[in-house]
């Protein structure tokens, strides 16, 4: 089974801090992505990337970037951490040739205080 | 308008019930759907996909596929508490790798 595994479960983090959230996938999947999910929005994609160093935006970009310097690895940063973006965040992968949709990691609950 | 449309629920249905779920969505060119659960607090995991037109069946689930109408859904046959959970219905488009998720059906199933 693929396994995509995220750093951290829970993080809470302090307003202004730079926040790196990281991504592993083990299957050496080409597409990783992040999303943010919150109450009544829904999934909203935040970035993704096709192959190393490819990067990207997807619906909701502002205060992110992301870093893919290995296949395997994919990182989401915020630059300078706000209040509004406590969230539960999801990276995923995904091959394309094989089309059998997106797997999942377990999920990091941010909060920044 | 959403490009992939779930009614938010909650659907409630008693155990042993079908639970029926639908998803509408807009590309017409849309090639692969996929439909996902998701546990308060946890990651949506896969649970079908579908490429082709017609029924297509894994144990207690059965996903139903109708291109030219644009909609794809899901039946959960004898329906049990544990099938309480959120799906999301997900639709690969005709161009790209991403796929593109619905808003997700709140299912309650009451013993």
Redesign the interface.
């Given at each position: 089974d693929v396994k995509v595994t995220q750093s951290s479960r829970y993080l809470v983090k302090r307003t202004g801090e730079k926040v790196f959230l990281e991504c592993v996938q083990d299957m050496d999947h080409e597409n990783m992505f992040w999303y943010r999910q919150d109450p009544g929005l829904g999934l909203r994609l935040i970035y993704f990337s096709y192959d190393v160093k490819m990067k990207e935006k997807g619906d909701i970009p502002e205060g992110y970037s992301v870093s893919r310097e290995k296949k395997e690895r994919f990182s989401l940063i915020l630059e300078s951490a706000s209040t509004n973006q406590t969230s539960m965040y999801l990276c995923a992968s995904y091959r394309a040739m094989v089309n059998y949709g997106y797997t999942f990691g377990s999920g990091t609950r941010l909060t920044v205080v | 308008q959403k490009e992939v449309e779930q009614n938010s629920g909650p659907l409630s249905v008693p155990e042993g019930a079908i639970a029926s779920l639908n998803c509408t969505y807009s590309d017409r060119g849309s090639q692969?759907f996929?439909w996902?659960r998701q546990y308060s607090g946890?990651?949506?995991?896969?649970i079908m996909?579908i490429?082709s037109n017609g029924d297509k069946e894994d144990g207690r689930f059965t996903a139903q596929l109708n291109k030219a109408s644009q909609y794809v859904s899901l039946l959960i046959r004898d329906s049990q508490p544990s099938d309480s959970a959120t799906y999301?219905c997900?639709v690969?488009g005709a161009a790209g790798?991403?796929?593109t998720?619905?808003?997700?059906t709140r299912v309650l199933v009451k013993p």
């Amino acid at each position: 089974d693929v396994k995509v595994t995220q750093s951290s479960r829970y993080l809470v983090k302090r307003t202004g801090e730079k926040v790196f959230l990281e991504c592993v996938q083990d299957m050496d999947h080409e597409n990783m992505f992040w999303y943010r999910q919150d109450p009544g929005l829904g999934l909203r994609l935040i970035y993704f990337s096709y192959d190393v160093k490819m990067k990207e935006k997807g619906d909701i970009p502002e205060g992110y970037s992301v870093s893919r310097e290995k296949k395997e690895r994919f990182s989401l940063i915020l630059e300078s951490a706000s209040t509004n973006q406590t969230s539960m965040y999801l990276c995923a992968s995904y091959r394309a040739m094989v089309n059998y949709g997106y797997t999942f990691g377990s999920g990091t609950r941010l909060t920044v205080v | 308008q959403k490009e992939v449309e779930q009614n938010s629920g909650p659907l409630s249905v008693p155990e042993g019930a079908i639970a029926s779920l639908n998803c509408t969505y807009s590309d017409r060119g849309s090639q692969s759907f996929f439909w996902y659960r998701q546990y308060s607090g946890k990651s949506p995991e896969l649970i079908m996909f579908i490429y082709s037109n017609g029924d297509k069946e894994d144990g207690r689930f059965t996903a139903q596929l109708n291109k030219a109408s644009q909609y794809v859904s899901l039946l959960i046959r004898d329906s049990q508490p544990s099938d309480s959970a959120t799906y999301l219905c997900a639709v690969k488009g005709a161009a790209g790798n991403k796929l593109t998720f619905g808003g997700g059906t709140r299912v309650l199933v009451k013993p």
